[in-house]
């Protein structure tokens, strides 16, 4: 049985809390819905920041919505370079001892002390789906792009909830490296 996967190639973008929402864009303000991502009632937001690092910017940082607890950049090996921030390789959230950055808004900025990461690699999978295949939450898979520069990654985090849709995040760095494109097909061999 093949154990294919749609592939989504994450882009730079940042998660905020709502605190620092109202700090970048106003008092009261809320995140506006710019368009759908593929997991249920995540989205891009219309909001974008600037992150500044020791050696550079980047500017039009776009919002992940909704709102989190606590402020996250996450950006590729490249950036992290680009910019002057030592970012290790993370899951999403995981963020205790990794280095900070400041946010720019329209209405303020923001230093945060913790925060920026590489996301590591992962896939959603609905319970349902890892149940179909015998995936078990934080399992690390090894997983199959192919195409003309195509590659086998290793240590892909496998997340699972009721909550996820399937798919894989992979960041630009590794998307270039194998020729991959959103909505590309890779598949679990291990």
Partial sequence: MSK??????????????????????????????????SQPGQYAA?????????????DKVRILGPVRPETQLEISMTDS???????????????????GITIKGPAGEVTIDKGVIVAARHIHFHTSDAAKWGIEDKQLLKVRLGGDR????????????????????????????????????????D
């Fill in 4 to 37: 294919t996967v749609p592939v989504g190639v994450s882009a730079r973008h940042i998660h905020v809390s709502q605190e620092h929402v109202e700090i970048l864009f106003g008092k009261g303000y809320e995140l506006t819905e710019f368009k759908p991502l």
């Fill in 46 to 58: 219309n909001e974008t920041v600037a992150v500044i690092g020791s050696k550079g910017q980047f």
């Fill in 81 to 99: 370079f680009a910019i002057g921030v030592k970012a290790p390789v993370r899951e999403s959230g995981s963020i205790e001892g990794t280095p």
């Fill in 150 to 189: 195509g590659l086998v990654l290793e240590n892909v985090l496998a997340r699972v909830s009721d909550s996820f849709a399937l798919d894989m995040h992979i960041d630009t760095d590794e998307a270039n490296a194998a020729g991959a494109r959103n909505g590309d097909t890779a598949e679990i061999i």
